[in-house]
C-alpha cells in the first residue's frame, strides 16, 4: 500500500509541504493570517485551514488513501526551542488538518530519507 509522507515547513503564515513519496511540492500563503507578533502559530483554525489547503493539493486522496504522517518543522520564531504548548499546537494542526500522525523536528532542514526516520523515531 502507498504512504502519505509528509514534510511541512513552518513559517510566518506560509506553508511549505512535501510529499516525500510522489516528490510533489507545494507552498500555501494563508488567506487569513495565523502568525502573531508573538507566535508562529496564533490563529489555530486559520492555520488547519491554510495547511489543508496545502496538503490538498500533495496528497494522495480518495476511499483507500491513507491518512499522511507528517514531519512539522518550524523554520522561525524559535529562539531558545519550543514550549510544551508550541509542540502540541504543531502536532494539532496536523492532525486537524488530516493528519494520522505528526512529529515536530527542530534543527536543519530534512532530506526525504530523514523525514521518514523521524516518523519511525529515529
Not at 7 to 21: C, L
Not at 33 to 55: I, M, N, Y
Not at 72 to 100: F, K, N, S
Request: a neutral charge; aromatic letters at 4%.
Amino acid at each position: 500500500m502507498s504512504s502519505n509522507t509528509i514534510y511541512i515547513r513552518v513559517s510566518r503564515n506560509q506553508f511549505r509541504v512535501r510529499n516525500v513519496d510522489s516528490g510533489a511540492d507545494a507552498t500555501t500563503v494563508a488567506s487569513i493570517p495565523f502568525s502573531t507578533q508573538r507566535l508562529l502559530v496564533g490563529q489555530f483554525q486559520a492555520a488547519v485551514d491554510a495547511l489543508k489547503q496545502a496538503l490538498s493539493q500533495v496528497v494522495k486522496s480518495g476511499f483507500m488513501a491513507p491518512s499522511p504522517q507528517a514531519v512539522m518543522h518550524p523554520l522561525e520564531m524559535i529562539d531558545g526551542g519550543l514550549c510544551e504548548i508550541e509542540d502540541r499546537t504543531l502536532r494539532e494542526l496536523a492532525i486537524g488538518a488530516g493528519a494520522a500522525k505528526a512529529v515536530v523536528w527542530l534543527g536543519h532542514e530534512l532530506g526525504d530519507a530523514e523525514v521518514k526516520e523521524k516518523l519511525r523515531g529515529k
